[in-house]
């Protein structure tokens, strides 16, 4: 072989295998990117469309991780299942009701370190606690003017969408999906209790700046006292806008875009409706799943309203929320 094409192909041989090497790690780092600081892993269809003791495993609006490591998925058709934290395979299921035993629009959970289930309700809008036997323990109190419209100012289906308890467990804090009647439409409260002997008390409220369109499907407070907050809407014929921001409470909830998720890798997803991203669906419920350092292991989860052109499925992100 002449001098030339070997120095030609040793040369192309090497530039390959620079731009092999170069390649490699910065793929493996960004295949899975959302944005500079959320990625993420996977997702699962596993429990779309299915049944657990004659009970549809769907609607899901709320999740929290239970102090066994299994899953608690709140349906908002006022259903709590535990599920493995691994395989998602349901394990359990518990009806709630109200005090007169009607069912609820369940929305918010929180486990609360004693074991004991905080859940809000859209209806009235209302937060009750219970047992994990699904006896009511408790009503805590809610301002007049939060309440559904014509009582206070609240809309109906826009009240007490997401909840979650600060770090030290003496702050509740449950979250408006829209804004009040009188209010601008773009700012949506954030109503606060405090526990007092074993009691939670009404606390301060924020205002929270939404962006145009979007109403708070969830909040998750992170171990540091800021808040994940997901933001989502809907336009029909195109599909699903959800927005994942981090607000800090100690700057007039002050909120940092972490990301768009419409810009995540599809990860081969399909949609049964027209979307954006085929990823994406009415992603409604959040958990926070473990940590290192500097990133949150956050689950979400998709609303399916239990209609055939919608699904539920989970999504496994990694979020970095430096301060």
């Not at 996977?42 to 495993?57: G, I, N």
């Not at 929305?107 to 609360?112: A, T």
Request: hydrophobic content about 35%; some cysteine; glycine content about 8%.
């Amino acid at each position: 072989m002449p001098l030339r094409t070997r120095l030609a192909l040793l040369t192309a041989g090497l530039t390959a295998a620079t731009c092999l090497t170069a390649a490699g790690p910065a793929h493996a780092r960004t295949s899975h990117a959302c944005s500079p600081s959320v990625s993420i892993d996977r997702f699962s269809d596993a429990l779309d469309k299915t049944t657990y003791e004659d009970t549809f495993v769907g609607n899901i609006s709320a999740l929290a991780v239970d102090s066994d490591g299994s899953l608690a998925a709140l349906s908002d058709r006022s259903s709590l299942f535990r599920l493995d934290a691994g395989t998602l395979k349901p394990r359990s299921v518990l009806p709630l009701t109200d005090e007169t035993g009607t069912a609820l629009d369940s929305e918010g959970l929180v486990v609360d370190r004693d074991g004991t289930r905080l859940i809000t309700s859209e209806t009235e809008p209302s937060v009750r606690r219970y047992s994990r036997t699904g006896k009511i323990l408790d009503r805590l109190p809610v301002p007049d003017d939060l309440r559904v419209t014509p009582a206070g100012r609240g809309r109906p289906n826009g009240t007490f969408e997401g909840l979650t308890l600060l770090p030290g467990g003496r702050t509740l804090v449950a979250s408006m999906e829209y804004a009040l009647s009188g209010d601008s439409a773009d700012t949506v409260r954030f109503q606060t209790w405090e526990r007092h002997r074993g009691h939670f008390r009404l606390g301060p409220r924020y205002a929270y700046g939404t962006d145009p369109g979007l109403g708070v499907s969830e909040i998750q407070a992170t171990p540091d006292g800021r808040f994940l907050v997901l933001e989502r809407g809907f336009t029909s014929g195109v599909g699903n806008t959800v927005r994942l921001y981090l607000a800090d409470p100690r700057h007039a909830m002050r909120k940092t875009l972490l990301t768009d998720l419409a810009t995540c890798p599809t990860l081969g997803a399909t949609a049964k409706q027209p979307q954006p991203n085929p990823l994406l669906d009415n992603i409604e419920a959040m958990t926070i799943t473990g940590r290192t350092k500097n990133t949150l292991k956050v689950l979400l989860a998709s609303d399916d309203n239990q209609n055939p052109t919608q699904t539920t499925r989970f999504y496994y992100l990694r979020v970095r929320a430096s301060a």
